[in-house]
């Protein structure tokens, strides 16, 4: 197993007794192995926390606030993050306003950084080819996401190659124009994508690399400078990956990292006042923001997603395991994890419960493909499967009790993976519904079944859904795909025999849709829509005809 030689050698006193924003030098840390790295994955612990600062105008800085971070395999006191707070905004604040509208590049101003963020994605995926490095970042999110290390890796090695895509010109073509003739000789009207300048990112726990990183690389590809905050339980992983980026050649100045609560980046969007912000999260904070801001936002937000299963049984095995995967997968922590399965009638008369039940059952958290869940407690899982076994019909079909053996602290969540059959027509009930639809953010996933007769009722209950991210149609039959896809609305959504709701690569957009607000992630489409607008330039430059006078005031 690879073994990182790192120290942490800070150039300030006990980070307890920091100062507001002391400064720290980079320079004076031992490194050895990892040009970049501040820390060892696995030698981080309670005797040995490690330290997680903020990067503002280009200086690495602490904070007179320090919070710590709980290990959520063993409840010990494991990292400290310098959590900035109302006193230390200003910085950041100046830092956003120093950046004018039209942003840091644009087609007619510094065209050589796209040039030069061409050439930092080839670097910085290079660095991520690099066996020492994947694993690096691999067995750090594991550390503060607990989740297998495929599903870890899987996350490192998209990033790798979003960053492949956007090497050499792939960035100046982000900015690609184009020109109309116009109405007479010497005018011609182009359109550009142009920057907002100051920008905000809010990103969460449960991808700490994959998020955040497209959504910086974007921001900054198309000129904007961004202030990134991540959820302060992963926020290491990030900061490691400017390290990293800084290594490529990423100016300093161009990213400020902030970690905070959610009153105090708040607090920084209004003083702040970004020109669009992309969150990235709960609903709830969704809608704050979106009023908070007026509106200059982007959205990606929370995801009941759904699977149909149509009237075509292929692949029991591989359906199932599918299945399995996209429900209980990183223990459910998933915005595209699969919430709710419709089984056409004749699924139900397949093994196929008894196959997802056997699948889930060897689900351990040993190898962490079940493990702690962040940010729902057990109790309150256990607590919702309650009231769903309260309404007539419906059964625990798996799972429905605690972890056992384990150290995760109470505070964070610890259930065996779960499904609970609750009939349609009880679904549809309107007392029921909301109940039915609510996002729980674990391994935990409702399953009714349906009858052909019944397909405009399982289409009725996808209209009625709010969140509208990720779904799937389970079928290679065409006329089924076409009256599912034609009646459904899903950003991202996944037809045909090997269809899912989750896995989500670098090759396709990543998205919710119906909403105007919606964000993308991860390609050319998903970066021009959420970080530049359109800004039409109209040149006109004659000659104004021979013999012109003066009209008739209109």
Known sequence: MFKLLVTRAVGVSNSRNHNAFTSFCYSSRCVHSLPFATVEAEEISGSRPAEVFNLVQGKWVGSSNWTTVVDPLNGDSFIKVAEVDETGIQPFVKSLSSCPKHGVHNPFKAPERYL????????????????????????????VSPKSYQQAFGEVYVTQKFLENFCGDQVRFLARSFGVPGNHLGQQSHGFRWPYGPVAIITPFNFPLEIPLLQLMGALYMGNKPVLKVDSKVSIVMEQMLHLLHTCGLPAEDVDFINSDGKIMNKLLLEGNPRMTLFTGSSRVAEKLAVDLKGRVKLEDAGFDWKILGPDVHQEDYIAWVCDQDAYACSGQKCSAQSLLFMHENWSK??????????????????????????????????????????????????????????????YGAIKPTAVYVPLEEIMNDKNFELVTKEI???????????????????????????????AVVSNDPLFLQEVIGKSVNGTTYAGLRARTTGAPQNHWFGPAGDARGAGIGT???????????????????????NWDIPPST
Request: glycine share 4%; proline share 8%; charged share 20%.
């Open 116 to 143: 030069m963020f061409g050439e930092i994605s080839a670097k910085a995926a290079h660095m991520l080819s690099l066996p020492k490095v994947s694993d690096f970042f691999t067995r750090l999110i594991q550390r």
């Open 350 to 411: 397949t093994p196929l419960l008894s196959k997802l039940k056997d699948l889930a059952e060897r689900r351990k958290l040993a190898d962490l493909t079940v493990g702690p869940v962040l940010t729902v407690t057990t109790d309150s899982m256990l607590e919702h499967t309650n009231k769903l076994l309260e309404i007539p019909g419906s059964k625990l079909l798996f799972g429905g009790q605690p972890l056992e053996n384990h150290s995760i602290p109470p505070i």
């Open 441 to 471: 953010f674990g391994p935990f996933q409702v399953i009714t079944d349906y009858k052909d007769s019944q397909l405009s009722v399982v289409l009725d209950a996808v209209e009625r859904m709010h969140n509208h991210l990720t779904a």
């Open 524 to 546: 050319p489409e998903a970066i021009k829509l959420v970080w530049s607008c359109h800004r039409e330039i109209i040149y006109d430059f004659g000659p104004v005809p021979k």
